[in-house]
């Protein structure tokens, strides 16, 4: 296999050595709502956790373990249900999720089991249905491992399956690393309702696992937002079997930086999918800020543009009013000289120096945003900091889809 890192068409079972599968156990009406992802033996584990301060009882239970053992061996995930704000009980119920997966797949602790949830807030997992569909999972094993699936079951609100895998060499080996991910809306970077599963037949130290987990994520699924909301249930998970005989590497290896490189693709991959699923979503947008006086400050200015109704809904209704986007970067609170500004959508002139373009019509503008897919670069002509957030427009349907989602 040559240096380049090649794309896969597949999800999780581009990766040996793992057990992946999906059912139906009756938590939603129709379509899978059970994931479950297996080694065969312990795999090296790292995670991000969500940063909202009200944690469902998956979250800190599947930290917990993390922390005590550094490998995980099955990641069980309902959907339908989130399993937070439930108190007492839904910690009670995380845990005996983790004790019938230990049971029937016969691990050796229950601490090598993870798992998440996702759904609606506030109500109490089906136990019955989750152990029957852990139970329909075991007797699918070890036949019919199928990561579609998998993705399918982890989905909520989502219309389409996020998957990507790659491969590479490392140590004159072929490695794969692949992935699914959830989300559609409730989505803000510090992790969002969103769930990202990845995997890899690589042998890495777990600290350096760790490390290049936390700065994937910070490079692709915290730079997404839908609706500048952050959810209570959402990690990342990298598992990592050892099967592609690989000897143990870390950062200090010359090829660490094509894995970094290789799992920061996926991870890219599945961040801009849920940008282009978001809830009602008819648009995928890539913001762009150049010359900035810092990097947060390109990172304030994307995300309150990003984040604005305002931007939101006239993209949809695919109305040029660059008026807005000047508005949202001229309250981020950052220091701009507004007559320095020019932002180009897909390339074409909005705003030069801080004034409408007088080179476009406003019919030419109005055909430049009828594109389903927009990249707005804001140009604040001061030093050079920069940042880029994807997002989507703002629809009646994302409405219609969050007043009656419970």
């Known amino acids: 296999m040559n240096e380049d890192i090649q794309t896969l068409d597949t999800g999780l079972d581009a990766v040996p050595g793992f057990y992946v599968q999906g059912v139906h156990c009756g938590i939603k009406k129709v ?3 059970l994931a479950v992802i297996y080694s065969p033996d312990p795999a090296t584990a790292a995670a991000v956790f969500t940063t909202n301060r009200v944690l469902a009882a998956p979250v800190t239970l599947t930290r917990e373990h993390l922390e005590k053992r550094g490998q995980f061996q099955m990641v069980v995930v309902n959907s339908g249900v989130a399993n937070a704000c439930t108190g007492q009980r839904g910690r009670e119920d995380a845990q005996k999720m983790v004790e019938v997966a230990t049971r029937e797949f016969d691990l050796s602790s229950t601490e090598l089991v993870a798992v998440a949830s996702t759904g609606v807030i506030g109500d109490f997992l089906p136990l019955d249905k989750i152990e029957k569909g852990i139970q329909m999972v075991r007797a699918l094993y070890p036949k019919d491992s199928s990561g579609k699936e998998t993705a399918r079951a982890i989905m909520t609100t989502d219309t389409f399956m996020k998957e990507a895998a790659v491969a590479l060499s490392v140590g004159g080996k072929t490695v794969h690393i692949a992935g699914i991910a959830k989300g559609s809306g409730m989505i803000r970077p510090h992790m969002a309702t969103m769930l990202g599963f990845l995997l890899t037949d690589a042998t890495v130290k777990r600290e350096a696992l760790q490390s290049v987990l936390r700065e994937a994520v910070d490079l692709s699924f915290n730079r997404v937002t839908v609706d500048g909301d952050t959810s209570t249930n959402d990690m990342v998970l990298l598992l990592a079997n050892g099967k592609s005989g690989t000897p143990l590497f870390d950062e200090f290896h010359p090829d660490f930086p094509r894995f970094r490189k290789a799992l920061i693709q996926v991870c890219q991959k599945l961040a801009k999918d849920i940008a282009r699923d978001g809830e009602g979503a008819t648009k995928f947008i890539n913001i762009i800020v150049r010359r900035a006086p810092s990097e947060q400050d390109a990172r304030t200015i994307a995300f309150t543009v990003a984040e604005s109704p305002l931007v939101k809904t006239a993209l949809f209704g695919e109305d040029p009013n660059w008026g807005r986007i000047m508005a949202a970067v001229g309250r981020s609170g950052v220091n701009v000289i ?15 120096n801080g004034m409408g373009t007088l080179t476009m019509t406003r019919n030419d503008l109005r ?6 897919e927009l990249e707005i670069v804001i140009d604040l002509g001061l030093k050079d900091g920069a940042f880029n957030v994807w997002t989507c427009d703002l629809s009646f349907d994302y409405i219609k889809i969050n007043s009656h989602y419970s």
């Open 31 to 33: 379509n899978n709502d």
């Open 338 to 352: 507004p007559e320095k500004i020019m932002i180009t959508i897909n390339g074409y002139p909005f705003v030069e």
């Open 367 to 372: 055909k430049v945003i009828q594109n389903k």
